[in-house]
C-alpha cells in the first residue's frame, strides 16, 4: 500500500461500518488484498484506527449504542475475512505458542483478537480464549498447553483488579504474563504496578515483546494482591466494593433532592443517571486499587466530556453526585481525597468537598 492509501482505505471502511452497509465494507478489504496489501497494515493500520474511530463517535454522542455494537460487528466481520488463510497458503514458520485472553468482566474482545491475528500472521501458535476469561479457567488451560506466555487484554480499568488476580495466578504456574489495553495506562504503569512482566500498547509492540523474548517468572509462589500493593491494607478498596450499590442507591436520592429536574426524568433517563453513579464508584474503587489520583480525575474528565455531548451540564451533575459520595464515605481519608481531587478537577470553585457527615446533621 502507499502511504495515502491506507488513509483513503480507512475513511472509506469508517463510511461503510457506520452505515452498517457489511457488504461495502467486507468488498473494500478483499480489494485491498487483491491489490497485494499487507494483511498486518490492515489489521493494525487499517482496522484497528477504524475501531478506535467508532468507540469516539460514541463518546460524542454521534453513535448510539445500537449503532455502535452494529459497527463493530462488521470490524469483527473484516477480521475474519483478512484472516482467512487462501486456499493452499504456505503456513508461516512456527514460532512458539501463546495464549491470548480479555481479563474476567472485558467485554471488548475485538482489540485481543486483532493482537491474536497479527501473532499468527508472524508465526505463532495462539490460543484465542475471547473476552471475559476467569483466571481460574485461564489457569486451567494453561495446565493443559504448553505456553511460552499468556497476552492479557483490558479496556477498562474497573478490571484491573481482575487482572491482577490473572497476573499473579499465570505467574504463579511459571508463565510469564504480558499486557495490554487501555486499562493499563497510556505508559502501562498499572501493568508495571501490578507485577506483570512485560506490557505493549498495541499489536505489533506486542510481537516484537514476544519475538524478543520473556523470562520465566523467577518465583512461582502464589502471591497476595497486597503483596505488591500494600496500600490495601487499609481495607478502603474492599470496603467501597462492598458498598457499591448502596452508595449508588444513596447517591440517586441525593441528586434527587439536589436536582429538582431529576425527579420529572422518564425511565430511561432515569437508569442512564444510575449507570453514571455506578460507573463513578466503580472508578473510585479502580483508583482506590492502585491509589492513583490521575485514573479518578481522567475518568471523570472522559465523563464529562461525554455528559457535554449529551447537552447535560457535568458540573451539575457531577459535582452533587461526588458531594453525596463524600458524605458517605466521610471515614476513609483515601476515598474523600480522590473525590476533593475530582471535585478539583471539575473546576468546582469551592474547591475540595466540605461536606457535614451525614450523621451529624441530623
Not at 482496522?47 to 463518546?59: P, S, Y
Not at 433532592?257 to 422518564?266: C, E, G, H, Q
Not at 437508569?271 to 479518578?296: N, P, S
Request: proline share 6%; with cysteine.
Amino acid at each position: 500500500m502507499t502511504g495515502a492509501e491506507p488513509d483513503a482505505l480507512r475513511d472509506d471502511l469508517w463510511q461503510a461500518v457506520v452505515r452498517g452497509d457489511e457488504g461495502a465494507a467486507l468488498a473494500l478489504v478483499r480489494q485491498a488484498r487483491t491489490s497485494g496489501a499487507d494483511p498486518e497494515t490492515l489489521l493494525v493500520d487499517v482496522v484497528a484506527c477504524t475501531q478506535r474511530r467508532i468507540g469516539a463517535a460514541w463518546a460524542a454522542g454521534r453513535l448510539t449504542v445500537a449503532r455502535e455494537h452494529a459497527a463493530t460487528a462488521i470490524n469483527d466481520r473484516v477480521v475474519t475475512l483478512l484472516t482467512t488463510p487462501d486456499e493452499g497458503a504456505r503456513p508461516a514458520p512456527h514460532r512458539g505458542r501463546v495464549v491470548v485472553a480479555c481479563v474476567e468482566g472485558e467485554w471488548h474482545a475485538l482489540p485481543a483478537r486483532l493482537v491474536t491475528e497479527v501473532l499468527r500472521l508472524r508465526g505463532w501458535r495462539v490460543d484465542f480464549l475471547g473476552a471475559r476469561t476467569p483466571a481460574r479457567h485461564l489457569v486451567n488451560h494453561l495446565h493443559r498447553s504448553t505456553a511460552d506466555a499468556v497476552l492479557l487484554s483490558s479496556s477498562l480499568p474497573t478490571r484491573l483488579p481482575a487482572a491482577h488476580a490473572a497476573v499473579t495466578a499465570c505467574q504463579a504456574v511459571g508463565t510469564p504474563v504480558l499486557t495490554g489495553g487501555g486499562a493499563f495506562g497510556p505508559d502501562g504503569r498499572y501493568a508495571r504496578l501490578l507485577g506483570a512482566d512485560g506490557w505493549a500498547p498495541g499489536a505489533r509492540e506486542a510481537a516484537d515483546v514476544l519475538a524478543a523474548g520473556l523470562e520465566r517468572p523467577a518465583n512461582a509462589a502464589a502471591r497476595h494482591p497486597v503483596d505488591d500493593l500494600p496500600h490495601l491494607a487499609d481495607q478502603e478498596y474492599a470496603l467501597v466494593t462492598r458498598a457499591r450499590p448502596r452508595l449508588v442507591k444513596q447517591a440517586f436520592a441525593d441528586l434527587s433532592d439536589r436536582l429538582p429536574a431529576v425527579r420529572r426524568y422518564d425511565d430511561q433517563q432515569r437508569e442512564r443517571i444510575a449507570e453514571d453513579l455506578a460507573h463513578t464508584v466503580d472508578f473510585l474503587a479502580a483508583a482506590l486499587y492502585v491509589d492513583d489520583t490521575d485514573l479518578f480525575t481522567g475518568f471523570l474528565g472522559w465523563t464529562a466530556d461525554v455528559l457535554t455531548a449529551r447537552g447535560i451540564s457535568p458540573r451539575g451533575s457531577l459535582l452533587p453526585a461526588l458531594s453525596s459520595l463524600g458524605e458517605q464515605l466521610h471515614d476513609l481519608p483515601r476515598a474523600r481525597r480522590l473525590l476533593d481531587e475530582g471535585a478539583l478537577a471539575l473546576g468546582d470553585p469551592a474547591g475540595p468537598l466540605t461536606v457535614t457527615p451525614r450523621e451529624s446533621r441530623r
